[in-house]
């Protein structure tokens, strides 16, 4: 088992040549080595050197030195990045020899810090897994394997490197990062990895709220949603995350025909995701993880529902509060949901829909995408809610640093503005051809709104 020198990225293989030729060791590490090795598409290609920032600077004109706790280099080519990081050691290892110089050992072994070098061994073995701590040698074309990792590459096997227990206590977003790595590689987890991912599952609070937060929306963004949450609720971990939506998937009695739903909105998203190469975006995730009620309540109650915008809060709640989720990403959930109830409500009061943000309508037509993959929309509906002429052009991007402006009203009915009517008027042809694909539809620019 080896690596096709041919798929690795031209650019990385630059950065190391050129170590290379300055004496420095420079590997291929990380992420890319594992993908290759499995047969996948690498996301990004990294690189693991001896050289320090201050070298990598004088090496390459177009590297910026980036963290504030651990400094590594960016090198960028185009919009690309190559990560190159200088051999570090596991600062806990550290930490504990000085403490037992000290007599001050304490259980507490998170690690805080993260920003001593060392050598290539000591660098592979602080990583997380062992599929993640192989090195490549271009020049030999040859893995180098500190860590065990080949023989799990060939299982397809998570595993930690070193002591479980010791590890996720280091940093419990390794037990998070682990589902993400046996969800989007098709890998099982070594069953002693497993059994202390459920014991310090609690220990996730302990971490900081925004790496959770970021980890959660990684879980269900890159294509492997539904095995994600599959693992998630299975291991108590979506318990400690967002306790009451975990609550709501894995045991409200009652609910059934919404809950039955979730795995076929969660596949529908990754469905959608290898067929655009696209990620949805966080506001997405979190408007196709209570769609599922939103649309059972739309069959049951049609347009009664009372407070839309009341019922509406009450399903994002258990997700955006515990995960404390951006004001943008929870405007724009609760915005798409408004949007998504018209689509579903559009066979029994077709209207039209208006969107005038430019990140709602690219979200919109994404998660239209998976609505039809999942309710039985007709498309009589979905011409009832296709685009015709753009009529409403998405406003200027916000300035940097600036809230886009919300298009959210809370407690409103409807905050859907209905345009004038000779703006939408009839002879603007929809760009619906009618031809059995929702393709042309959902793919079209959204806009005109009228019922
Ligand atoms: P992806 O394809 O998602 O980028 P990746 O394996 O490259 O997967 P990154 O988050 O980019 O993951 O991290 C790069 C490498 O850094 C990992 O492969 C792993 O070796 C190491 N690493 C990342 N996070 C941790 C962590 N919390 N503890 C130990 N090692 C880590
Ligand atoms: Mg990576």
Request: charged share 30%.
């Amino acid at each position: 088992m080896t690596i096709d020198v041919n798929k690795i990225d031209p650019d990385a293989l630059k950065v190391v040549q050129r170590l290379r030729r300055c004496d420095h060791l420079a590997y291929l590490v990380g992420g890319c080595v594992r993908d290759l090795l499995l047969g996948r598409a690498p996301k990004d290609f990294d690189v693991a050197t001896d050289a320090t920032p201050p070298d990598l600077r004088r090496l390459f004109r177009n590297c910026r030195i980036i963290g504030r706790r651990f400094r590594l280099a960016h090198i960028f080519f185009g919009p690309k990045i190559i990560e190159t990081s200088t051999f570090r050691d596991n600062p806990r290892e550290i930490e504990e020899g000085q403490e037992r110089e000290t007599g001050t050992e304490s259980d507490d072994i998170l690690i805080r810090r993260d920003n001593v070098f060392g050598t290539a061994e000591q660098d592979a073995r602080r990583r997380d897994f062992t599929i993640n701590g192989l090195f490549f040698d271009t020049d030999k074309n040859e893995v180098i394997d500190y860590v065990n990792g080949m023989p799990d590459i060939e299982a397809r096997l998570v595993r930690t490197i070193g002591d479980p227990d010791i590890r996720f206590r280091e940093d419990p977003i390794r037990i998070l990062r682990a589902v993400k790595f046996a969800a989007r590689c098709e890998l099982q987890i070594e069953p002693e990895t497993q059994r202390r991912m459920i014991e310090h599952a609690y220990e996730i609070e302990k971490s900081a709220p925004a790496r959770v937060t970021e980890e959660f929306f990684r879980l269900l963004r890159m294509g492997a949603a539904k095995r994600s949450m599959e693992l998630l609720a299975e291991m108590g971990l979506l318990q400690v995350m967002v306790p009451e939506f975990a609550n709501w998937v894995t045991q409200t009695p009652g609910e059934d025909a919404a809950r039955e739903r979730l795995p076929r909105y969660l596949d529908a998203l990754d469905v959608v995701f290898r067929e655009t190469q696209t990620a949805p975006s966080n506001a997405v995730v979190v408007a196709a993880l209570v769609l599922p009620r939103l649309a059972v309540s739309v069959e049951q109650d049609g347009d009664n529902q009372r407070d839309m915008g009341d019922f509406i809060n009450q399903l994002v709640s258990p997700i955006l509060i515990p995960l404390r989720a951006s004001r943008r990403d929870s405007d724009n959930a609760r915005q798409l949901l408004l949007l998504a109830r018209n689509v579903l409500l559009a066979e029994k009061r077709p209207r039209r829909l208006r969107v005038n943000h430019r990140d709602l309508r690219t979200d919109l037509d994404f998660l239209l995408k998976v609505i039809a993959r999942v309710e039985p929309i007709s498309e009589a509906a979905l011409v009832a809610i296709a685009p015709e002429a753009p009529v409403v052009t998405t406003p200027a991007a916000p300035r940097r640093g600036r809230e886009p402006r919300s298009l959210w009203q809370p407690g409103a009915m409807s905050p859907i503005p209905v345009l004038p009517r000779a703006l939408t008027s009839s002879r603007r042809r929809p760009a619906f051809e009618g031809t059995g694909a929702f393709g042309s539809v959902l793919s079209g620019p959204f806009c005109a709104a009228v019922d």
